[in-house]
């Protein structure tokens, strides 16, 4: 019988059935179910029943523990109206829980400690009077709660680590110190000798390739090759028609006078220099000094490869020097195959000014030069230059007017020159595969450029027989 409690009246005390089992918690319908506990456990103590009465109790202290956990759940939940709410179960809480389990072998309280106390009190003496045959019952369901606890713990701790990883900024490479610590852990002997000297040139190989880039060696200043692999290209040669014979022929006998000291060989290349200034400067372009993508401080770039022979031109700087500034790299010299085509077409210009154009002073019309320097750019199917003077040899060469003279192979490309560095007022031309172009006297400080290049205008035969990339090879020689 539970006890009841008229409205007004102050709580009364229920008092035991018999002496040393009164219990004050509170609460009448706690009180009732633990008194009958309480009676239970008396009676049981002289039979030999223990296992029933150990279910009978498991069940009182359940109905007690659901009974205490609804009220303390409704008093949090009034009292989460007034407080931030935390989606989050409290660790410290649970951990402490777990503690105490393991410390004490007991279930952990769940109400005030005069209940828990009442409780654990019943539990020792119902346990005590069933002999033996209750406790493996209890130690069961105890290491069952624990285990439970642990999974719920570790899980959580889990979770609570990949949210953080969330905050912490993600590392995409293993940390090397700590491979080779891995590796420096294992036990001693050859295998652990030879996993170090792995992990360390593993090490070193990733250090090597990081200093390399951060060294700016990187695909822009690594060399460049201007002419495709042979062994995955199937090129099947076909001899050159009559027609198109008789047109390079009429080709080399075009010559044009642009301006004074300007002149335009057409086709002055022949086909078979061509193809061997493509393959001398395909060998020397993969070397040391080879080709590579000029660029500036700023981290602006020129829209092509770049190769010097003789000395090294710097962009940043607008000056010659012995040696390539980033790598040490000494440029190599000119071919004595190109000097050669440069002093033809410097002598077949003066022909053309004399015979055609009756130029009387030649020598000063277009200056005889020997050449020291060379610019060899490649420009792909988007390269292009802009508006610019070659103005940084030297002051004695600039003086004279010595010439620049322009090898140009491949495709085709549209061509600016002027007094004025505006290309609206500029002159335009196209410069075709084999022309060389001349300037020098009064038209060698003149502003020139490439805007554009025209692709697929190359001669077919010509990449038949190069495998030379898509693009515009071009030569500039001066002298110093």
């Not at 690594?222 to 047109?247: A, M, Q």
């Not at 003279?405 to 600016?416: I, K, N, P, R, Y």
Request: net charge positive.
């Amino acid at each position: 019988m539970r006890g009841e409690r008229t409205p007004g009246a102050s709580p009364t005390r229920r008092r035991a059935p018999r002496s040393g089992g009164s219990v004050s918690v509170g609460n009448s319908s706690t009180d009732g179910k633990i008194a009958s506990l309480a009676t239970s456990s008396e009676s049981c103590s002289g039979t030999q029943d223990a296992p029933p009465r150990a279910v009978e109790q498991e069940e009182a202290e359940a109905s007690v523990d659901s009974e205490s956990s609804s009220c303390s759940l409704k008093l949090a939940e009034c009292d989460s109206e007034r407080r931030p709410f935390d989606t989050c179960v409290d660790e410290s809480k649970t951990l402490e829980l777990n503690r105490e389990k393991r410390s004490n072998g007991t279930r952990p309280s769940v109400g005030t400690s005069s209940l828990d106390g009442k409780i654990a009190g019943l539990a020792t003496s119902c346990v005590s009077s069933s002999g033996t045959r209750g406790i493996p019952l209890r130690t069961v369901k105890q290491e069952e709660a624990k285990a439970s606890v642990d999974r719920k713990s570790s899980s959580c701790s889990s979770k609570l680590a990949e949210c953080d990883s969330e905050r912490r900024p993600f590392d995409t490479c293993v940390d090397e110190s700590k491979t080779f610590e891995s590796y420096s852990d294992t036990r001693g002997g050859p295998f652990r000798d030879v996993k170090q000297g792995e992990a360390k040139a593993s090490v070193d190989r990733k250090s090597s390739s990081c200093s390399w880039k951060l060294a700016g060696c990187d695909s822009e200043r690594r060399p460049f090759d201007i002419c495709l692999d042979e062994s995955k290209r199937t090129v099947f040669t076909l001899r050159p028609s009559l027609l198109e014979l008789n047109r390079e022929k009429r080709r080399n006998r075009q010559k044009k006078y642009l301006r004074p000291g300007m002149v335009l060989l057409k086709g002055f290349i022949g086909h078979h220099d061509q193809v061997s200034i493509i393959k001398k400067c395909r060998e020397l372009g993969i070397g040391a000094g080879g080709f590579y993508t000029p660029g500036y401080s700023d981290g602006a770039k020129l829209h092509l490869l770049m190769m010097c022979l003789g000395k090294n031109w710097d962009p940043e700087t607008s000056s010659y020097e012995e040696k390539r500034f980033f790598d040490g790299a000494v440029p190599p010299k000119i071919p004595q195959l190109f000097k050669k085509l440069v002093e033809n077409a410097i002598q077949a210009s003066h022909d053309f000014l004399v015979q055609e154009e009756g130029v009387k002073n030649v020598e000063g019309e277009l200056p005889w030069m020997s050449p020291d320097i060379c610019i060899a750019n490649f420009y792909s199917n988007s390269g292009k230059l802009g508006l610019h003077q070659d103005k940084d040899e030297s002051k004695s060469s600039l003086v004279k007017g010595l010439p620049v003279v322009s090898f140009s192979l491949g495709d085709s490309a549209e061509f600016l020159y002027g007094v004025e560095r505006d290309a609206a007022k500029a002159e335009r031309i196209e410069l075709e595969s084999g022309d060389v172009l001349l300037f020098g006297g009064k038209s060698r400080n003149i502003f020139h450029g490439v805007p554009c290049i025209k692709p697929k205008t190359a001669p077919k035969r010509l990449i038949e027989d190069s495998n030379l990339r898509p693009g515009r090879l071009n030569l500039t020689f001066r002298q110093y």
